[in-house]
């Protein structure tokens, strides 16, 4: 399991704290961070439909069966030869393992090179992987991040950075998308980091124990 870590010295850190001081609230609080990456790329994606409109507990559980269903080798091949009811029989719908099938497909024929994807731009690699059924923008963005490792990636429809948002800059709910597409060309070219520290405030319950940044300064 690699890891990646943000140091708030990091050059890249000091300048979004420079460039947004809300930001730098938050990530003086937070402090440095570490991120976990999923480098096998074909299961990475996997990880995703599974969790696609799913709590991450569920999501958690049928990965888990689906490994021990593949005896710890989830693959291209090993997805193609399980059948329809093996698949459905660890909590999978009908239509994830016809998504998963057509990941399977479009892997196994090489109709996406999984492994060339690190040598194309940002905009290329979305396209490829939203042509395979069942994956969308937002999870290309995040292979996009926890895959290939790209640090200027933001994901404007991911709920988690949403609420993040909405909890630090103190706008409406109805507000939260707007903000985040306001920030963007101020927090370029660390769109990455920016989220790493919006998901931070949703995975330490800050959006839950605080009304705002400046309830935890007043502690």
Known sequence: MEKIKIYQDDKSVEELCNA???????????????????LDFFTSLVRSMIGQQISVQAANAIYTRLESLMENN???TSILKASEQRL?????SARKVIYLRDLAEKVYHNEVDLQKLHKLDNQTVIKQLTSIKGIGKWTAEMFLIFSLGRMNVLALDD?????????????EKSERRKILAEKQPVWSPHLTIASFYLWETVHLDLV????????IGGE
Do not use: F, H, P
Request: charged share 30%; net charge positive; proline share 0%.
């Open 20 to 38: 947004d001081s809300q930001m730098k609230k938050l990530i003086q609080i937070i402090g440095d961070i570490e991120v976990v990456m999923r």
């Open 74 to 76: 989830i693959t291209a």
């Open 88 to 92: 459905r029989s660890i909590g999978l």
């Open 159 to 171: 709920i988690g950075i949403q609420r993040g948002a909405k909890w630090l800059y103190e706008v």
């Open 208 to 215: 839950k124990k605080y009304n705002s940044i400046e309830d």
